[in-house]
């Protein structure tokens, strides 16, 4: 069941108890899967207050050992695919077989609202409602950069809870698809029946990132149409060069509303893993993934100071009107930026 943010702040807020919550009644909290806590500690990583963001970051530091267990599946396609009831369906699927399953939706495009809670909860209903089930909006901040860090912060929180399967879902447009599989061990990509059209994704280099596709409401009439869209995008899968030595995208054909090879679906991830764990691939990509994290917290944390900083402030607009009306090349600007913060 999926969890409504504290609306006041986290660290002043107990799970059943007074006062603000300690850095060790967080740490055990979410290491014993108290769903309270853990919302709250989810709620410190989603905060811009400096000394929310201080706390979260010793959280995840304290609970680092108990990260990295879980399977991370990630999950796209454009709306009205079916990634919902699929999701759904899946995840009842794993809980049912005694896994524990997060969902953390991610939908960059939604600067008002960042994601509904409500709404999440309303398309995957049956999973909402699984005790052994979590359901998460990453809230966007308006940035894909704080969706990726947002979302990777949750993940580890979440797996440190105890959940052994993540899902991470994604809108289907835009750059979030990279964003996404950078951070998975496993990235599904979602198509509809029928061809044609539907081949101009491999132009946005969705089907290069795919670790498998799955042509998803092959039901009733569409039976064939799905079959016919899975054997073009297995020819037009030949033309790609693989990610992978050990691995080659499979194509395959499902039903999330009739649960119709949502089975296969989940043997591939599995195999997917133990192949690429047997070969190494599996840790390498974990740790590209851990650098790549680093790397995108250092260019979010220098931003915020040169933000911060006095002088950047104050120059700025007069730097950004220069560059504006063509007196200032940006090369330029960027120097003189950099100046003001003390880097040569």
Do not use: C
């Amino acid at each position: 069941m999926s969890e409504t943010p504290s609306e006041t702040p986290p660290a002043q807020s107990g799970a059943g108890r007074a006062g603000p919550l300690r850095l060790e009644d967080f740490t055990e909290g979410v290491a014993k899967g108290d769903r309270s806590v853990l919302a709250r500690a989810i709620t410190l990583i989603e905060s811009t207050r400096p000394q929310h963001r201080e706390l979260a970051q010793q959280i995840l530091q304290q609970l680092m050992n108990r990260t990295g267990h879980a399977i991370r599946l990630g999950i796209t396609g454009v709306p009205g695919v079916g990634k919902s009831t699929t999701i759904d369906q899946l995840g009842v699927n794993l809980v049912e077989a005694g896994h524990k399953v997060a969902v953390l939706a991610v939908d960059p495009t939604s600067k008002r609202t960042g994601g509904s809670i409500l709404g999440d909860k309303t398309r995957m209903a049956r999973l909402a409602v699984h005790p052994n089930a979590y359901i998460r909006p990453s809230p966007t901040s308006g940035t894909l950069g704080g969706v990726t860090r947002k979302t990777r912060e949750t993940m580890a929180l979440v797996e440190a809870a105890g959940f052994d399967v993540i899902i991470v879902e994604t809108v289907g447009v835009g750059q979030s698809e990279v964003a996404v599989a950078d951070m998975v061990d496993f990235f599904l990509v979602l198509l509809l029946p029928g061809g044609g059209d539907d081949l101009q994704g491999i132009k946005k280099g969705i089907i290069e990132i795919a670790d498998m596709i799955a042509i998803n409401k092959a039901d009733g009439e569409n039976v064939a149409r799905a079959g016919a869209a899975a054997a073009e995008y297995r020819n037009a899968l030949h033309i790609l060069a693989p990610q992978s030595a050990t691995w080659s995208p499979p194509v395959i054909t499902i039903s999330g509303a009739t649960n119709k090879g949502l089975d296969e679906l989940w043997s591939k991830v599995i195999q997917h893993r133990d192949l690429t764990q047997a070969s190494g691939e599996f840790d390498e990509r974990r740790q590209r993934q851990a650098v790549a994290w680093m790397r995108d917290m250092l260019e979010e944390r220098l931003m915020a100071a040169l933000k911060a900083n006095p002088d950047v402030a104050r120059e700025l607009p007069r730097i950004e009107e220069d560059v504006r009306a063509g007196r200032l090349l940006p090369t330029l600007a960027v120097g003189q930026v950099m100046a003001l913060m003390g880097i040569a």
